[in-house]
C-alpha cells in the first residue's frame, strides 16, 4: 500500500507555469506507475499524465501535450508534473494515482491522493 499526497498548486496567470509533486510516504513507490489526472468543477475527471515504474515511458492527455512534462524521483519517492503555457482551462484540482501498469484509465490505478489546487487566471 502507498499513501500519496500533491503539492504545489496555486494560484497563476494565463501562460505562466506551475511544477507539482506528489511524495508517497510509505509502501514502495518505485514499483508503481503514477498518474496525473485532473477534475474541474461540473466537468468528469480527466487524464492528465503518466509516467511507467522506472520513469521510460511518459504519456500525455492531448490537451496537455507539448506543455505539461511528468517525471520522477524513486530515490525521493517523488512524482513531478511541470505545468507550462498554463490556460483557464487547466483551472481543477490535480491528483495523482498509483497503480501496477501505466494506463490511461482510472480504474487502472489503486491509490489516490487527496488533491492541489490549481487556478489559472486570464
Known amino acids: 500500500q502507498v499513501q500519496l499526497v500533491e503539492s504545489g498548486g496555486g494560484l497563476v496567470q494565463a501562460g505562466g507555469s506551475l511544477r507539482l509533486s506528489c511524495a508517497a510516504s510509505?509502501?514502495?513507490?518505485?514499483?508503481?506507475?503514477i498518474a496525473w489526472f485532473r477534475q474541474a468543477p461540473g466537468k468528469e475527471r480527466e487524464f492528465v499524465a503518466a509516467?511507467?515504474?522506472?520513469?521510460?515511458?511518459?504519456y500525455y492527455g492531448d490537451s496537455v501535450k507539448g506543455r505539461f512534462t511528468i517525471s520522477r524521483n524513486n530515490g525521493k519517492s517523488t512524482v513531478y508534473l511541470q505545468m507550462s503555457s498554463l490556460k483557464p482551462e487547466d483551472t481543477a484540482v490535480y491528483c495523482c494515482?498509483?497503480?501496477?501498469?501505466?494506463?490511461?484509465?482510472?480504474?487502472?490505478?489503486?491509490?489516490w491522493g487527496q488533491g492541489t489546487q490549481v487556478t489559472v487566471s486570464s
Open positions: 510509505e509502501g514502495t513507490f518505485s514499483s508503481y506507475a
Open positions: 509516467i511507467s515504474w522506472g520513469g521510460r515511458g511518459t
Open positions: 494515482a498509483a497503480g501496477a501498469t501505466t494506463s490511461w484509465l482510472q480504474s487502472n490505478y489503486d491509490y
